[in-house]
Structures are given as C-alpha cells and as structure tokens.
C-alpha cells in the first residue's frame, strides 16, 4: 500500500510505476488474492494427508480393504452433489453481483442442500464402516481414510456454517462491498473443496475399489 | 526505463474466482465447467468400472482424467486463466503445485525406499540380543 506514497505521481510527470505497474490494487482482489494463497497452503496440507494414505493404503493389518468398504454408486453420488453445488454458489455469486438478491438466496438454498447431502452421504458411509468394525482405529490404511475424508469432510461443514453466515450478513445488511468480497472468498473455498474431492474420489475411491 | 503508460481502466490484477467482466455470459462459463466436469467424472467412473482400458493402464488414466478435471475446475470456476492480468494467481498455483508434488511424490519415493531395504522389526529385534 506504501508503494503508492513512495513512488505517487510527481506534479507534472507521469504516474510512476508501483511493484504491479500501477499503484495499489483494489480491496476486492488483495483480498481475494490474499485468501487464494490460503486455499493453497491448505490445498498444500492435504497433500500431506494425501501421501500418507498413499503410503498406507495397503496396510491393512488383516482388516477389511478398500475393495470390502468402498460403495462406488455413493460416491457418484456425492461427486455430483458437490459438482452441483460448485455450479449452483458460482451461481449465487453471480447473482449478487448483479444485485439479484432473491436469485443469490435460491442459489444458496440449493448450495446448501447439495452440500448437506454429501455430508449426510458421508456420515452414513462412516457410520456404517464404523458398525462393521472397520473404524479408525482397525488399521494403519483405515487411520488415514478417515483422517483424509474427514478432513475433507469438516471442510464441507465449515463451509455450510461459513454459507449460513453470508446468507445471514447479505439479509441484514445487503449487497455491500464487505459482503461480496466475503462471499468472493467463500465461493472459492468452495470451488477448491471441490477439486480436492476430484483426487480424493480418484486416488481413495476409483483406485481403491479396483 | 519507462514502461508504457496504460489508461487507469486498463487490465489491472484480476482477482481469483472473478470472471472476466469482458467474457459473454458468466452463466455460460460456469454450465460449460460444469458439462466438462460431468464428462469427465463419467469417464473417471467408467474407466474404473470397466475393462475399456488395459488394465495396468487403469491408475494412469484416472490420473490423466483428474488432472483434467481439476484444470477444468480451476478455468471455468475459479477462473485461472493465462491473461496478463493473472499473473499473480498464477504464480501462486505453480509454487502451490510445486509443493504438492514434492511433498506426495517425496514422501512415496522415501517410504517405499524404507520398505524395501529395512529389515522386518523382528529381526531387527533378534540382531539386537
């Protein structure tokens, strides 16, 4: 931001040059830009979930594998519930900014309840896994399924609590700048969760079932 | 040295997840994303499914199919795309996915290095009495 007073327009000279060519950015895009860097940092940590399910995927200790557990039409299932819901919050952010607050709040409604059913979808698969005595504690491949999905998992549950909340600012104050940053940053925690599952589906359930 | 000098209104830094307010129709770019996507998710399911590709071939090309897939996801719905006002967002991703794969590809080669040439515990624990 200094670089603007350091290097501000002389009188009668041109604008010089800031770091980017031009002075600061706006607000919206240091923002989204700052928040970009977190979704990879923690796109970055799930790698390292990633590897250590990689590594320990054959480890089953004389437990059940991946081709016992793994139901594959659920899990289409959730891929096209998030794929939907990727689709319905870019919608919502369309929306709202074009000042279309009752097309933002159907968008959101319809985000929401994709969202919540992948979550009920994976509960129901952990909580069946869990009755067949393939918890997380059976096996070093079932530690690392459930601490990788899991993760994924809580994800998607802050990002409801995270949706419920914009929809609550926009109805009590509106359209503003604030708020369509905030829900600029939602869509794309949203939108990486979804790429995250691509290779979860892929490396965890695709391969694992084979 | 005096770069040229571009209007104010001129491309600035675009955000990330922020459509090019010149592309037609945002709506459009999001449901050609969202069409990508399903096409390949499909073939991801049917590949696995099935005997359509040899089948040693299989893991590769359920790689191939979700890095695609992921490339869709960051073009058409968090809109990184190779403008000059996207540079930033660029950059970010290449030194996110250089991380990525160190840390994955990393952590295999080490781990399947110690599997191969360490001794079962047991035995360890025998050459240790």
Redesign the interface.
């Known amino acids: 931001m200094s670089a603007h007073a350091v290097t501000g327009t002389l009188p009668g000279a041109?604008?010089a040059?800031a770091a980017?060519?031009?002075g600061p950015?706006?607000v919206?895009?240091v923002?989204?830009?700052g928040?970009?860097?977190f979704l990879?940092?923690d796109?970055?940590m799930f790698?390292?979930l990633?590897?250590?399910y990689?590594?320990l995927s054959g480890q089953t200790a004389g437990g059940p594998s991946g081709r016992d557990l793994f139901e594959?039409h659920r899990v289409?299932v959730q891929?096209?519930c998030l794929?939907?819901s990727?689709?319905t919050c870019?919608?919502a952010?369309?929306a709202i900014e074009r000042r279309r607050v009752r097309a933002f709040y159907v968008s959101c409604a319809l985000t929401f309840v994709l969202g919540a059913t992948f979550l009920g979808l994976e509960l129901s698969e952990f909580a069946g896994m869990i009755a067949r005595g393939a918890g997380p504690s059976r096996s070093a491949f079932l530690s690392a399924f459930f601490s990788l999905v899991g993760l994924h998992g809580a994800h998607v549950t802050a990002g409801l609590l995270w949706m419920c909340f914009m929809v609550a600012q926009t109805a009590a104050k509106g359209p503003r700048d604030f708020v369509r940053r905030r829900l600029?940053c939602f869509?794309?925690f949203w939108?990486?969760l979804?790429?995250i599952w691509?290779?979860l589906?892929?490396?965890v359930y695709?391969?694992g079932?084979? | 040295m005096e770069e040229p000098v571009q209007p104010l209104s001129a491309s600035i830094d675009q955000a990330p997840g922020v459509a090019d307010s010149a592309a037609s129709g945002s709506i459009a770019t999001y449901t050609a994303g969202l069409a990508f996507a399903l096409l390949l998710t499909a073939a991801s399911f049917i590949v696995a499914q099935t005997h359509l590709l040899w089948a040693p071939g299989i893991p590769a090309g359920l790689a191939v199919l979700a890095i695609a897939q992921m490339g869709v996801h960051l073009v058409f719905f968090l809109h990184i795309g190779t403008g000059a006002d996207n540079t930033n967002n660029v950059l970010a991703l290449a030194f996110g996915v250089l991380v990525v794969t160190l840390v994955v590809s990393g952590s295999l080669w080490i781990m399947a290095n110690l599997n191969a040439n360490m001794l079962p515990p047991s035995v360890i624990m025998e050459m240790q009495r």
């Open positions: 041109m604008p040059p980017s060519g031009r950015a706006p919206r895009i923002v989204a830009y928040f970009w860097i990879l940092s796109i970055i790698s390292a990633f590897a250590t990689a590594v594959l289409g891929t096209l794929l939907f990727s689709y870019g919608l952010v369309l600029l869509s794309l939108h990486a979804d790429i691509v290779a589906m892929t490396l695709l391969m079932a084979r």
